[in-house]
């Protein structure tokens, strides 16, 4: 099972703030809508969302369907069939995706410590 491109959507109190500390990291804006409260920033080797006003806490995010420049994938697993496997698994679901729909979907789980994992599929 894979589970796509992963990230780490961060809840952050000041945009323009996170943005100008992980630009000072290496960071680049990739994508997002900062007048909408939200960015996506890569670093060579990894993705991260700046949110603000959106999430409580922040969130593990798979994008099945994706690479990690957000460009979309020719093979890859769907949504749906990775919350088969792990309803399967008996895993419990804080929301799920429309098994009879295709498409964009997504799903959420929590781990065993309460942290929120986001499966959010956009192709």
């Known amino acids: 099972m894979d589970l796509g491109n992963f990230y780490v959507a961060l809840t952050v109190k000041d945009l323009a ?3 100008a500390f992980y630009e000072k990291l ?13 960015l996506i920033m890569k670093h060579p080797s990894c993705v ?5 006003g959106m ?7 798979f994008n099945p369907g994706w690479d990690s420049d957000a460009q979309p994938l020719a093979d890859f697993t769907d949504v749906r069939d ?15 995706a429309d098994e009879t729909t295709t498409g964009p979907a997504s ?11 986001l499966i959010d599929q956009h192709v």
């Open 17 to 19: 703030a996170s943005r």
């Open 107 to 117: 799903c959420m789980i929590t781990d065993p410590d309460g942290n929120p994992i």
């Open 26 to 38: 290496g960071f680049q804006a990739m994508g997002g809508d900062p007048d909408g409260g939200w």
């Open 48 to 52: 991260i969302g700046l949110y603000q």
């Open 55 to 61: 999430f409580e806490k922040n969130i593990l995010t």
């Open 82 to 96: 990775i919350q088969k496997k792990l309803k399967a698994d008996g895993v419990t679901f804080v929301d799920e």
